[in-house]
């Protein structure tokens, strides 16, 4: 398998997680149950976009750019969602 056929596959990955995660977030219940996909989709789409520029790139300054940002994003984005259901909880007084 070229390296080429590794991104667009790489790629097609991230483009059907965050597909994945927006159906969720269009389906969900709740504010809370919508938070879930949020943070889902923040790895899910980052990490494999990531991959594919290390692929393409490799270790050069954009390659580890990326998963600089794709780690960033897999840290933040969970935190991100619970904290923001933490502040949905206080308000809502649940």
Same mark, same amino acid.
């Given at each position: 398998?070229?390296? #080429? ?6 790629l ?12 969720? @977030?269009v389906?969900?219940r709740?504010?809370?149950d919508?938070l879930?996909?949020?943070a ?14 290390? @692929?393409?790139e #490799? ?11 794709a780690a960033?994003?897999? @840290? ?11 502040a949905?909880r206080?308000? #809502?007084?649940r």
């Amino acid at each position: 398998m070229t390296a #080429s056929a590794v991104e667009w596959l790489l790629l097609a990955v991230a483009v059907l997680a965050e597909l994945g995660c927006v159906l969720g @977030v269009v389906l969900a219940r709740d504010t809370l149950d919508r938070l879930h996909f949020t943070a889902a989709g923040s790895v899910a789409g980052a990490l494999p976009v990531a991959l594919a520029v290390l @692929v393409r790139e #490799s270790f050069t300054q954009p390659g580890v750019n990326a998963l600089v940002i794709a780690a960033a994003l897999a @840290v933040l984005g969970p935190l991100l969602a619970i904290e923001t259901a933490r502040a949905i909880r206080r308000q #809502s007084g649940r």
